[in-house]
């Protein structure tokens, strides 16, 4: 999201060495405001920025939807595993007690009493070695038990921490729903209230239906199979609306798009622009190849698929569906090659 209409010389790939240092320093500003950013004052200026902030809130909602999701994960595992535990522990309780009861049956009489009184003492006394053996084996079946039984309470504690987790992480999901929703009604609310000329003009440098006036890319060759899978992924997704906090096939935000197209190549890329910065080498934009993730803004809050020649893929924000777009169309935070 943010301002999209600072483009760049087209032929990327072909060495406009002038025009790639310009973007380095840009990006080496990391955090400025588009060049072309209104006064705060006008609207379309701020339609951007509310945009913008959606955008960072959108990412803060993936991350929090992706630990809740791995977190439900953990604690199903969790409550699998006690509930196998306990069954453990019942029968173990129920072997020791047939074993007690036994004792208890056989252990009537005083042992030297026993013997005098039976009738074949060769026979009494194999039993009585045979109670001594169940003697150790019980013991050492109530030392299994109290093991279990420590174990249990460890994985209930264990357990009872991760749904205290889980809770949170539901309710940072809501808080960021929340702040998503509200700017992106804003944004809404301040596109509504502008003249037709201002929207027409917005919406002018704002479209693109990623499928018309599409950019040249002739002569672009995809460094190797994954990055060539990626990116035909990506390309089948133009004109796929963005969507908030989703990741395909039918909607995507950013990130989102990023990593089903890589899902496709077999990579599998983290859920946030924040977290994808990071999932792999980072180079210098001058020496940025097909299928590399440029990534924008000083807060990494935006990122987009290199294609060659100047452009990227990407999703842009609510009602700009997955399109191309220059390269330098915000400040350049950084480079990563999966």
Known sequence: MGSHRRPVPSGFDRGAGAALCVLSAAAAALGAVPANAAPHGDSRAEVDRLYQQ???????????????????????DAQDLIARQQQRINTMREALGSLAGAQYRSGGLDPTVALLFSDDPEDYLAKASLLDRIDVRR????????????????????????????????????????????????????????????RAAFEHASRGDGRDDLPDLSGVVPPDGRAAVAIAAARAALGKPYVWGASGPSGFDCSGLMQWAYAHAGIHLPRTSQEQRY????????????????????????????????????APYPGAPVRYDPVGMMPVSSVTRP
């Open 139 to 198: 013991a050492g079946q109530l030392r299994e038990l109290q093991a279990a039984l420590r174990e249990l309470a460890q994985e209930r504690s264990e357990a009872a921490g991760k749904l205290a987790e889980l809770e949170r992480s539901r309710e940072a999901v809501a808080t960021h729903k929340v702040t998503v929703e509200r700017k992106l009604a804003a944004a809404q609310h301040l596109l509504d209230t502008m003249s037709a000329a201002d």
């Open 279 to 314: 999932a792999g080498h980072q180079v210098p934009l001058s020496q940025a190849r097909p299928g590399d993730l440029v990534v924008y803004r000083s807060d990494a809050s935006h990122v987009a698929m290199y294609v060659g020649h100047g452009q990227v893929i990407h």
């Open 54 to 76: 959606a955008e960072e809130a959108t990412q803060a909602y993936d991350k929090a939807d992706e630990r809740a999701v791995a977190l439900r994960r953990e604690v199903n």
